[in-house]
């Protein structure tokens, strides 16, 4: 816990931590000849340092999924900038790209889409390694085994002939986040990895990532609408709305003294849907607002170290704050 | 409160390459009047096969076993000939199925289709049942200008009302609701659960509430029955079984839910994989993977006994002073 928080402290939302920065990002998606432009996601500034997992937070159409896309260099039509490794990836070709691929991975939401059902564990697997050319078979044939085994898949001679029909969903996630690790990736963008599986199978997986990033030093960026889940296994949180980011802080300080109108909605959500429990906070929750928020404000403005709000009312200084509280 | 719903011996069972597997395995359950019971499970755990054979909806390879009853208000609908099921449908029992945008035809607007669920039974005008739909539409929340939006022209929000409106315009004595929010954002979920309960409220509403979200159930449900590998492993008031649950399953299921207040605590999962229905152990179908499991477990399979006053658990660990 020690380590995550000093991790956090040293990044801010635009300069924050060296493994990947991104500035002002801009997504517009054109409608050719229509009604113009839709803009996906607008001015979205954040970091993620080496070892540090940051939840990307939002509903459906928030922009969260495009951000990562972005990130992948996957989006023609983004603007800003998107530093990863201090490289710029933005406008890099194809080719170059690819090599930056290496370092940085993507696990997909449905583990039932995101395997080719044609082909077996370990060709999947291995896959990666043979488009980027690494090792030769006998190597290759090591790291497989060693990826199976670091996501439970042991052993892993049981699983390296079966077609992802033989594996159960929390099986197929498993071998996707083994895809994604073969490589020692520095950043893995994971789009909602856990949406789709069972909540037995759910803190297996998660499991895993926490796992690996404390022996491998990985970066994370969980994409997920989930604050619950969040709060289990993110160091950050970033809240998006229309395309914006809304609110960024440590995990706890997001949960315990959520700022933003929006991100105390989500929580009165997550609240609503948790079983009945003795501590609830009862946040003002107003529907009809959720659209307006995004307007209020644009920029992030720091109101307590490392926590961000874009929101006009949250961020005036004559405004009591409620204090932290502190819950470990 | 009197009984609604009374299932009694439910067995359906699919035919596979592999052989036959009971994916509903001697269920017995019932609903009261003006009671919300909800059915939990993981994914190929039956609970979907359980709805659909309530609705007899079991097509082949599947078929329901005979020897099963189904009591809805003291009529047993699994003697009636299945002609008669169609009339049945939507006026005795309905469903709300799992996907509301493929369960929406994408070419007829909605205000169309709620009167259509009217329309098909007989008795009302067109123009009688459209003004009907449209009083349930603005029931469920739809505001009047968007009636004759759509399928596609609506939020999974609204779609998902306006399939909840479907379902009681012929004011059904059950309704089925299989998985009701999954695959919307929270903060509709959370508005979507809200409705049921007001209809709840407002129309005293008896439903069978099937879900793979322990925590999401025990909030509207009155009762939850928890199910693993074809059977009921445990029943109880809801807010009880989560509270307390007994089963080691149940128990399993409630470390597994991540809470966003009070100390944060290790997610637990199950290790272990899902049930095979094709090899199940001899004993308890939860031994393989159960923390709390003895020798008899591997030899014992497990009945539902009461173990205290309306509550059930299919579990040796509690089955031990009746035994001696």
């Known amino acids: 816990m020690m380590m995550n928080e000093s991790r956090s402290s040293t990044s801010s939302p635009g300069s924050g931590g060296p493994l990947l920065e991104v500035k002002d990002l801009d997504v517009c998606f054109g409608a050719r000849g ?48 998107v530093r990863f490794e201090g490289r710029e990836m933005l406008g890099l070709s194809e080719r170059a790209l690819r ?26 697997v291995e896959e990666a390694m043979k488009i980027h050319r690494v090792g030769d078979r006998a190597s290759r044939e090591a790291a497989i085994s060693a990826a199976l085994e670091e996501v439970d898949l042991t052993p892993s001679s049981r699983f390296t002939g079966r077609y992802p029909h033989q594996l159960s969903g929390g099986q197929r996630q498993r071998v996707a986040v083994a895809r994604a690790m073969v490589l020692d990736p520095a950043l893995v963008l994971a789009d909602e990895p856990t949406s789709m599986l069972d909540l037995s199978l759910r803190s297996g997986i998660l499991e895993i990532l926490k796992r690996h990033r404390d022996t491998h030093g990985t970066g994370y960026l969980f994409i997920t609408h989930d604050l619950a889940l969040a709060r289990h296994l993110c160091d950050r949180v970033a809240v998006m709305l229309g395309g914006r980011l809304v609110e960024l802080g440590p995990t706890e300080a997001v949960v315990a003294t959520p700022l933003h109108p ?36 644009s920029g992030l403005q720091e109101v307590a170290p490392g926590h961000y ?20 | ?88 449908r939507g006026r005795d029992l309905a469903l709300i199925p799992q996907s509301a945008m493929h369960a ?48 596609h022209e609506l939020s999974g929000g609204m779609r998902q009302r306006c399939v909840i409106a479907m379902a009681i315009v012929n004011e059904p004595k059950l309704v089925i609701a299989d998985e009701p929010v999954s695959g919307l954002d929270v903060v509709v979920q959370a508005r979507i659960l809200r409705l049921i309960s007001d209809l709840k409220e407002s129309r005293s509403l008896s439903m069978m509430l099937v879900s793979h979200d322990l925590p999401t159930v025990t909030r509207v449900c009155d009762r ?69 499991a003895f020798a008899d477990c591997k030899t014992v399979d497990p009945s539902l006994e009461e173990v205290e006053p309306g509550r059930k658990v299919a579990c040796l660990l509690y089955h031990d002073d009746e035994r001696e």
Not at chain 1, 322 to 328: G, L, R, S
Not at chain 2, 120 to 146: Q, Y
């Open chain 1, 34 to 81: 229509r009604s113009g432009e839709v803009a996906a996601v607008r001015g979205v500034s954040f970091g993620i340092a080496p070892g540090e997992i940051l939840g990307l937070i939002g509903e459906s159409g928030s922009g969260k999924t495009t951000v990562a896309r972005a990130v992948m260099g996957l989006v023609r039509s983004a603007t800003g900038s």
């Open chain 1, 99 to 124: 090599k930056v691929r290496r370092r940085l991975h993507l696990v997909f939401q449905d583990p039932y889409d995101s395997l080719h059902p044609g082909m077996r564990v370990r060709e999947i």
């Open chain 1, 262 to 297: 929006y991100t105390r909605m989500l929580l009165q959500a997550v609240e609503e849907l948790a079983p009945p429990s003795s501590s609830r906070a009862g946040y003002p929750i107003n529907d009809q607002a959720q659209e307006s928020y995004a307007t209020i404000a």
């Open chain 1, 309 to 328: 709000v874009a929101c006009y009312e949250m961020s005036q200084p004559t405004l009591d704050r409620p204090t932290t509280e502190k819950e470990e």
């Open chain 2, 1 to 88: 409160m009197s009984t609604l719903l009374e299932v009694r011996g439910l067995n359906t069972v699919y035919r596979t390459t592999e052989g036959q597997i009971r994916a509903v395995d001697g269920v017995d359950l019932s609903v009261g009047r003006g009671e919300i019971l909800g059915v939990v499970g993981e994914s190929g755990s039956g609970k979907t096969t359980l709805a659909t054979s309530l609705m007899r909806l079991i097509k082949p390879p599947g078929r329901i076993l005979k020897g099963g009853e189904m009591l809805l208000d003291g009529e047993d609908l699994f003697r009636l000939p299945r002609s008669e099921m169609p009339a049945r």
């Open chain 2, 104 to 151: 929406l035809n994408p070419v007829i607007p909605v205000d169309k289709q709620v009167a259509e669920a009217i329309t098909t039974h007989g008795e009302a005008s067109r123009k009688a049942a459209l003004r009907t739909a449209r009083e349930r539409l603005v029931e469920v929340g739809i505001p009047p200008e968007r009636h004759s939006a759509y399928p």
């Open chain 2, 224 to 292: 939850i029955a928890v199910m693993y590998a074809g059977r009921i492993v445990e029943t109880g008031e809801a807010r009880t079984v989560f509270e307390k649950p007994l089963h080691p399953y149940t128990r399993a299921l409630v470390e597994a839910v991540p809470r966003v207040r009070g100390p944060k605590q290790d997610l637990q999962s199950i290790p272990g994989d899902p049930p095979d229905l094709h090899h199940l152990p001899p004993g308890c179908n939860f031994e393989p993977r159960c923390p709390a």
